[in-house]
């Protein structure tokens, strides 16, 4: 592993901010770190780059322990969301600032700093200054500016927090195919788990400053270990009662029961191909969400969400609908199932 973390911990004044959180990370990958405000993400950050010390716990990089390692001599480039960019400064100036304090000769700067600008495609913007630049462009120079010394990994704290959605979305193809290109490890935080799962190889879900769960988003996304997770990435909705519906009335009837909408099927009477197994519900709401209809429906005590096609007849609350559950994700304290 090219990063390793053992059983890393900070408390801030009591408070577990990272609690004896351990994973280790392949070189090249594009690691992103998810969850929600507050889980300890930008603390286990910190701690990599060598901004924060952990109270216990080992850092390796590149097989060498660095917890005592300042962080100016980790190797790392780090990104933050509010650009840090210097204000007075030129965008050629702000890309070679880490060279310069570094004392590298002229030509080398003009030709990296050419270099960087070429891959983040600044061309004619040199002379500029942070303030006559686009968001989107003010995060590019950022990016170039933490690549320039040529670090071995890449820390990004919530790079596209303050850009708009559209230039958002570009962005975040943009820095996946440079990154790739690169062959950079990186390691990206977000809050968003279309941006997680757009842009990661691998995906890291810490929630009040545990590691829930970590590994590929589709891996992720099918095999959720905890409830929190499989509410966390995809669409979700828990059942109270799973021991109610059809079919599953030998399951625990003290688990939690979790269901994605893409496996729940609805249909009026005629349109489902095995009725006999369906349970009969009550269309509540229908929500229309470009591509289909969101519908839920009421199942007795429960409510379940399902999509339907745009070119099947509209339903209205309501309407009655036969509900086919394909799958389940269950989840009791010591382990979670899936049953189809
Ligand atoms: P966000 O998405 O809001 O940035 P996060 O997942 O990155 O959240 P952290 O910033 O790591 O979370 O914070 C984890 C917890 O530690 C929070 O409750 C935060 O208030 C607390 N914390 C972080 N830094 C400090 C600090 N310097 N002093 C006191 N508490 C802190």
Same mark, same amino acid.
Request: proline content about 5%; overall charge neutral; aromatic content about 8%.
């Given at each position: ?9 900070? *408390?801030?004044?009591?408070?577990? +901010? ?26 286990? /950050?910190?701690?990599? +780059? ?24 980790? &190797?790392?480039?780090?990104?933050? $969301? ?13 890309? #070679? ?5 570094? @004392?590298? %000769?002229?030509?080398?700067? @003009? ?9 983040? &495609?600044? @061309? ?14 003010? $995060?590019?120079? +950022? ?17 596209? +927090?303050?850009?708009?959605? =559209? ?5 975040? #193809? ?21 941006? #997680? ?16 769960? =970590?590994?590929? %988003? ?7 270990? *905890? ?14 009662? %799973? ?8 399951? /625990? ?14 249909? @009026? ?36 969400? #399902? ?7 509209? /339903? ?5 609908? /036969? ?18």
């Amino acid at each position: 592993m090219y990063i390793e973390v053992n059983q890393l911990r900070k *408390t801030f004044g009591g408070y577990i +901010a990272s609690d004896d959180v351990s994973f280790g990370i392949e070189k090249g990958r594009l690691v992103g770190l998810l969850g929600p405000s507050g889980g300890g993400k930008t603390t286990i /950050l910190r701690m990599l +780059a060598g901004l924060e010390t952990p109270d216990s716990g080992d850092i390796y990089i590149d097989g060498k322990r660095v917890n005592d390692v300042p962080a100016q001599q980790r &190797g790392i480039g780090f990104v933050f $969301q509010n650009y840090a960019l210097f204000r007075h400064m030129s965008v050629y100036d702000n890309i #070679a600032f880490g060279l310069t304090v570094q @004392k590298k %000769p002229k030509a080398y700067i @003009k030709a990296r700093v050419s270099e960087l600008i070429e891959l983040t &495609g600044l @061309k004619g913007l040199e002379k500029r200054y942070p303030n006559q630049l686009s968001g989107g462009q003010r $995060q590019r120079v +950022a990016f170039a500016r933490a690549l320039a010394p040529e670090p071995h990994l890449l820390l990004l704290d919530e790079p596209f +927090a303050a850009i708009d959605a =559209k230039v958002r979305k570009e962005l975040r #193809a943009w820095l996946k195919s440079t990154i790739e290109r690169i062959g950079i490890t990186t390691i990206f935080v977000t809050h968003d788990q279309e941006e #997680a799962v757009e842009v990661a190889d691998e995906i890291m879900i810490v929630s009040g400053g545990r590691l829930e769960q =970590k590994g590929s %988003p589709i891996d992720i996304y099918k095999n959720p270990h *905890t409830p929190f997770v499989a509410g966390f990435i995809g669409e979700s909705s828990q059942l109270p009662e %799973p021991s109610r519906l059809k079919g599953f009335e030998d399951e /625990l009837p003290g688990a939690k029961a979790i269901i994605r909408p893409e496996f729940v099927e609805i249909g @009026k009477p005629g349109e489902l191909a095995t009725p006999l197994a369906a349970e009969t519900g009550v269309v509540r709401n229908v929500f229309f969400r470009g591509s289909s209809w969101q519908v839920e429906v009421q199942l007795g005590t429960q409510s379940v969400f #399902a999509y339907r096609s745009l070119e099947k007849e509209a /339903l209205r609350p309501g309407d009655e609908v /036969l509900v086919l559950i394909h799958r389940l994700y269950l989840f009791n304290d010591e382990h979670s199932r899936i049953v189809e």
